[in-house]
C-alpha cells in the first residue's frame, strides 16, 4: 500500500490550497481515509477524515468550515481543499488511510496503518 500526498506550498493568509493523496496497492474504497497534521515542535494531530463510501465526513473545530475533505473512489485519490487559510494553518499534513477503523476512532492516530510521506503547507505573508 502507498499513499503520495502532493499539493503543499506557500500561500498567504486568507489563500486556498488543495491537497491530493494518491492511493495505489490496495481497494481503496475499503478505506477510511483522513489528513493529519503536524506544526513544529507541537504533535500531530486530526485535521478531517471521510467515510468509505464519502458521505460521511468529520473535521476538527479548527478547520470546520474552511477545509473540505472529498475523495475519488474511481481514481483512488483524496483531496483537502483548504480556504480561509491561517498561519496556524502552517503544518506538515499527512494523508492516512485504514481499512478496519470505526466511527469512534476515526480521530485517533494510533488507529491508522497507512501513511503518506506529508506535505509542507506554510501560510505567511
Known amino acids: 500500500v502507498q499513499l503520495q500526498a502532493s499539493g503543499g506550498g506557500l500561500v498567504q493568509p486568507g489563500g486556498s490550497l488543495r491537497l491530493s493523496c494518491a492511493a495505489s496497492?490496495?481497494?481503496?474504497?475499503?478505506?477510511?481515509m483522513a489528513w493529519f497534521r503536524q506544526a513544529p515542535g507541537k504533535e500531530q494531530e486530526f485535521v478531517a477524515a471521510?467515510?468509505?463510501?464519502?458521505?460521511?465526513?468529520y473535521y476538527a473545530d479548527s478547520v470546520k468550515g474552511r477545509f473540505t475533505i472529498s475523495r475519488d473512489n474511481a481514481k483512488n485519490t483524496v483531496h483537502l481543499r483548504m480556504n480561509s487559510l491561517r498561519p496556524e494553518d502552517t503544518a506538515v499534513y499527512y494523508c492516512?488511510?485504514?481499512?478496519?477503523?470505526?466511527?469512534?476512532?476515526?480521530?485517533?492516530?494510533?488507529?491508522?496503518?497507512?501513511w503518506g510521506q506529508g506535505t509542507q503547507v506554510t501560510v505567511s505573508s
Open positions: 492516512a488511510g485504514d481499512r478496519s477503523l470505526i466511527t469512534s476512532s476515526i480521530r485517533d492516530r494510533g488507529q491508522y496503518d497507512y
Open positions: 471521510l467515510s468509505r463510501g464519502g458521505g460521511t465526513t
Open positions: 496497492g490496495l481497494t481503496f474504497s475499503s478505506y477510511v
